[in-house]
């Protein structure tokens, strides 16, 4: 069946990195857009980025800009997030989706907490 | 950036109520606006895309209507699953921005 499997969250430091990675299977990746959308603790939903389906064209939120990088690898039907120069306000469960417009395929999300 | 509110930001429904949800957008005319279902501990459920379409496995109760910026989310017969947050969407412009929010819950 179609699914998104989020990995690779965690607890960091202020300051320090995590990649999360997102393993889709059940249909044809390299056909999709595809997003990371993030929930804080007991909040709504904030889009955070988009990639085409060759990665040549992607958006960032402007929170994140300059210090989180979307990525794809086609061949491994994966999406990544490289988050470096972590705050305590990135934590957050991250979310991957299919689509940018509308989101029809969601992850069950993977957990960030940014604390010393 | 486009800012999205929604009201109510709570309400209490009851097993067969109509509810209706607003989302106002405050720029622009809005063409790709969808709304999201989520409940406790899960990931959000799109609902409805381009403020009208049904998304496909979505029950009919659900409609959404509305144009330029203001939209709505009607469930036309309130069922035990459907008590939920909601959340609309813009998609026209970077960033892509969500409402707060709607929580229905049960009177």
């Known amino acids: 069946q179609v699914q998104l499997v989020e990995s690779g969250g965690g607890l960091v430091k202020p300051g320090g990195s995590l990649r999360l990675s997102c393993a889709a299977s059940?249909?044809?990746?390299?056909?999709?857009?595809m997003s990371w959308i993030r929930q804080a603790p007991g909040k709504g939903l904030e889009w955070v980025s988009y990639?085409?389906?060759?990665?040549?064209?992607?958006y960032y939120a402007d929170s994140v800009k300059g210090r989180f990088t979307i990525s794809r690898d086609n061949a491994k039907n994966s999406l990544y997030l490289q988050m470096n120069s972590l705050r305590a306000e990135d934590t957050a469960v991250y979310y991957c989706?299919?689509?940018?417009?509308?989101?029809?395929?969601w992850g069950q999300g993977t957990t960030v907490t940014v604390s010393s | 950036d486009i800012q999205m509110t929604q009201s109510p930001s709570s309400v209490s429904a009851s097993v067969g109520d109509r509810v209706t949800i607003t989302c106002r957008a405050s720029?622009?005319?809005?063409?790709?606006l969808a709304w999201y279902q989520q409940k406790p501990g899960k990931a959000p459920k799109l609902l409805i895309y381009?403020?009208?379409t049904l998304q496909s496995g979505v029950p009919s109760r659900f409609s959404g209507s509305g144009s330029g910026t203001d939209f709505t989310l009607t469930i036309s017969s309130l069922q035990p699953e459907d008590f939920a947050t909601y959340y609309c969407?813009?998609?026209?412009?970077?960033?892509?921005?969500f409402g707060p929010g709607t929580k229905v819950d049960i009177k």
């Open positions: 381009a403020a009208s």
């Open positions: 969407q813009q998609a026209d412009s970077f960033p892509f921005t």
């Open positions: 720029q622009g005319s809005i063409r790709w």
């Open positions: 059940g249909f044809s990746f390299s056909d999709y857009y």
């Open positions: 990639i085409s389906t060759t990665g040549n064209t992607i």
């Open positions: 989706a299919r689509g940018a417009k509308s989101l029809d395929v």
